[in-house]
């Protein structure tokens, strides 16, 4: 399995926070619709309440070029970025070495 991690500032800490969360969330269904998907989550920092890590989980890095290469990718893109900084993309492609379940699940 691996991870990719990227990180995303919102233009603040009120409206487009709000609105970038919910676009995220959005974005499960596109997300569950790619081969290889496995998850993601979705974290805050708690020190800058503007500062987010989207990490997202497939079968294999080629899975996430597939999906990065479907049509629809770029819409999503352009309605998540209406809500945060422009930087250049901060993206880290990582492979899982452990992976403990949740033990409540």
Known sequence: MYLVL???WTLDEGRHRDA???VT???EVFHRA???FRGRRLVRDTSDGRHFLN???WDSPEDYTRMVGDPAYPDWIARLSEHVEPRDPQKVVYEVELDH???LV
Do not use: I
């Open 25 to 27: 969330d959005e974005f």
């Open 20 to 22: 970038y969360v919910a």
């Open 34 to 36: 790619q081969s290889g």
């Open 101 to 103: 379940p949740d033990p």
């Open 6 to 8: 990227s990180h995303a």
């Open 55 to 57: 990490l997202r989980y």
